[in-house]
Structure formats: structure tokens, C-alpha cells
């Protein structure tokens, strides 16, 4: 008896084995445009020209909620001297030391120099956002400022892999303690 039981197990195992290979699903093919080069590139600048619109636009809607007056720079980065020192101003080639809070439009912290220690810089030169760059030399030593950086200026497509997103504008305090 059971060696018939497993007989008819077997069979019908295979039974069903074989009458399962053949319906695989069928997989529909996609129309993809055959786009030129020229065409393709238009529509790639349009994709960005719409992600910078949508960027510009969270970004003006943190500053008019904050009633900020900012100056905006011709790259897009903005920024507010909250405090005046008297000190030499930034240039490049100059190492800036700084203290610093860098945060997201939500208000998510990411860094400060609280935690992670006062930050030292050759401007022009270093491996800091280029929005930093830029903006560091709009200040004096002794300069309170606050900087909104747009994401192509700071930690661009992949983010920072840490604590920013990709495609992250983000927020800096600054205060521009010396130069060297």
C-alpha cells in the first residue's frame, strides 16, 4: 500500500512539473522613442530645468516662511549677514576657520561644529561644497551669515552618503571666526 501511495505521489508531481513549464507569464515588449541625440539632450535639460524650478521654489517658500531677506547670487546660492564683524574679508587662497550648523529645508540637523569641532578651509581650494566657497567670500572675520545652498552647489545627485540626501538643498549658519 504505501509503496503504491508513493507511486501516485510521484506521478502526480511530475504531472504537475510538466504542465507548469509551459505557461510562463507572457512579458510585454515596451515602445521606447527613438529619440536623436539632439532630442534626447532637450529633453534632459528640460527634466532639469523643471528640478531647478521645483528646488528654487521649496527654497523660496523656507525663506518667505522665515520673512528672510536674502540675496541671491547669479549660481542660485542665498544668503543673509546676520551679524557684522570688522574683520579682513574672505578671499581665495585663504584658509577660513568656522563655526557652523548645517541643516536641511525640513530642519533635520545634520552637523555642527558643537559636535564635530570647528572647521578649517582653503577657500577656492578644498573639498567643501562650492556653495561654501562662494559664499564665504561675501563675509568679514567676525561675519554672522546664514547660506542656502541649492543642491547642485552642495552635495548634488548622491548627497553626502551620511547624513544628507541626494538632491538636498541645504542650510548653513556660519560665522567666519579667522583667516590665515
Given amino acids: 500500500m ?11 508531481t ?6 507548469s513549464c509551459g505557461n510562463e507569464p507572457k512579458v510585454e515588449k515596451v515602445k521606447v522613442p527613438n529619440f ?20 528654487n521654489d521649496e527654497i523660496n517658500q523656507y ?23 570688522k574683520g579682513e574679508q574672505a578671499t581665495n587662497d ?24 570647528v572647521r578649517e578651509f582653503l577657500i577656492g581650494q578644498d573639498n567643501v561644497e562650492s556653495g561654501i566657497h562662494e559664499g564665504i567670500q561675501y563675509l568679514h572675520v567676525g ?3 546664514v547660506f542656502i545652498v541649492p543642491s547642485h552647489l552642495a552635495h548634488g545627485l ?12 541645504v542650510v548653513y549658519e556660519i560665522e567666519l571666526l579667522g583667516l590665515r
Fill in 94 to 117: 585663504k584658509f577660513a576657520k568656522v563655526n557652523y550648523k548645517i541643516s536641511l529645508l525640513d530642519g533635520t540637523l545634520c552637523y555642527t561644529s558643537e559636535k564635530d569641532g
Fill in 2 to 12: 504505501y509503496k503504491y501511495s508513493f507511486y501516485l505521489l510521484y506521478l502526480t
Fill in 63 to 85: 525663506i518667505a516662511h522665515r520673512n528672510w531677506e536674502m540675496t541671491t547670487t547669479g549660481t542660485g546660492v542665498r544668503y543673509m549677514i546676520v551679524s557684522k564683524g
Fill in 143 to 145: 561675519d554672522k551669515a
Fill in 14 to 19: 511530475l504531472c504537475l512539473l510538466l504542465t
Fill in 36 to 55: 536623436t541625440s539632439k532630442q534626447f539632450q532637450d529633453k534632459l535639460i528640460e527634466a532639469n530645468k523643471m528640478y531647478l524650478k521645483r528646488e
Fill in 158 to 169: 548622491i548627497g553626502d552618503e551620511s547624513k544628507i540626501p541626494a538632491q538636498a538643498s
